[in-house]
C-alpha cells in the first residue's frame, strides 16, 4: 500500500475489529505498512485469514482471528491468541458495524396513503429487534472491545484507541434510524471515553466517513448495469465533490490520530473524511 506519509509503528500491535471489510481491511494494511502487528478480528475465519494472508504478502505482520464483537467470550479469546502471538494491544481500531434492513424503513417520507399499505416499512411497522441489532453491533460491538483490550494500554505511551462512526451521525440519513442513531451513539460514546481515560494515558478518538463504496451498501447505491441508482444520485448531489471517498482516502487521517507525535493533544474529536457533505446545505 502506497502511504500518504510514514509513521513508525514498529513493534507496536494493532488490533482492528471488522478488519475483513473494505474500509478497516484498507486501515490494516496501512498499520502493518507502517510496521505494526496487526490482528484481524471479524466474523468469519475465511475472511480473516484472507486479509492477514494479503498483508503478509505484501511483508507485513498479521494474523486473522473469527470473533463476535457482541460475546464477550469471544472477544477474550481473541485477545489471549494476540498476546501469546503479538503481545499487547497499543492501537484499537473499533470497526465492526452495520445496518439490518428490520431497522430501515421502505420510504423517505411517511405519507397517508402509506399506513394501509402492508408491503411497505413504514416508521411504525420498525423491529424492535432489528433496531437493537443495530445499536449492539454499532454501540456495544464499539464498548466491549474497548473494555478489553484497553486493559493492555493502560499507562502505555501512545495507546490510542478509534472508532468508525460515520457523518450519519451528525446528519441522519433517511430511511435508516436505527444505523443513525447508533452511530450518533458511537461518536458520543468516544468523547465519553476520551474524558474517562484521560488519566491513564489512552488517548481515544474517532473518523467519520462519508460516502464510501463498500460490500454492504453497493447494491443500493448501483444497477446492475453499474449506474447510479435514484439514492445514489443524491448522495453524489449533496457531496460537493461529486463523488464516492476511496478506502485509501482514510489513511491519512488515520495514520494523523495513531502517531502520537502528530497528534499527542488531540483527544475526544471525530474527523470527518466526506468531501463537504457535512458542510454543504443544499443550496
Partial sequence: MKLPFNVDLKNKVAVVTGGSGILCGAMAEALAACGAKVAILALGQE?????????????????GINTNVLDKESIKRAHEIILKEFGPCDI??????????????????????????EELTTFFDLDPEGVKFVFDLNFLGTLLPSQEFAKDMINKEGATIINISSMNAYTPLTKIPAYSGAKAAVTNFTQWLAVHMSKVGIRVNAIAPGFFVTAQNEKLLFNEDGTPTARSQKILNSTPMGRYGEAHELIGTLLYLVNNDASGFVNGVCIPVDGAFSAYSGV
Fill in 92 to 117: 484499537l481500531i473499533n470497526g465492526a458495524g452495520g445496518n439490518h434492513p428490520k431497522g430501515t424503513t421502505t420510504n423517505e417520507y411517511l405519507l397517508p396513503e402509506d399506513l394501509d399499505n
Fill in 47 to 63: 475472511g480473516c485469514d484472507a486479509k492477514a494472508d494479503q498483508i503478509k504478502a505484501a511483508g507485513g505482520t498479521a494474523i
